[in-house]
Nanobody, 115 residues
């Protein structure tokens, strides 16, 4: 059974940086897309960033230029380097893998940005 385990969340001051990681455990077929979503307090889950197997990246307008997504296919791991953090980046961050016809979600990691 495949599980996604996120790490790296925490409390950071506005303007600071944080790096999230999400690793898959178990037998995982080749993943096509690896993504990050987030859910701010009281709001719906929203897309943050995505990276294809070939390394093509996509970002939401709100994080473009501040966040960088990367992946290590050999380790089935995706990263999210977050910089110039703002209070509005406070949210639970979830990773998402698409492997064939199956979509996997992580359990979420809290990121809190203090202003």
């Amino acid at each position: 059974q495949v599980q996604l385990v996120e790490s790296g969340g925490g409390l950071v001051q506005a303007g600071g940086s944080l790096k999230l990681a999400c690793a898959a455990s178990g037998s995982l077929l080749s993943t096509s897309y690896m993504s990050w979503y987030r859910q701010p307090p009281g709001k719906q889950r929203e897309f943050v960033a995505r990276i294809s197997k070939g390394g093509q990246t996509y970002y939401s307008d709100s994080v473009n230029g501040r966040f960088t997504i990367s992946r290590d296919n050999a380790k089935s791991t995706v990263y999210l380097q977050m910089g110039s953090l703002k209070a509005e980046d406070t949210a639970i961050y979830y990773c998402n893998f698409i492997a064939g016809a199956i979509t996997y979600w992580g359990q979420g990691t809290q990121v809190t940005v203090s202003s």
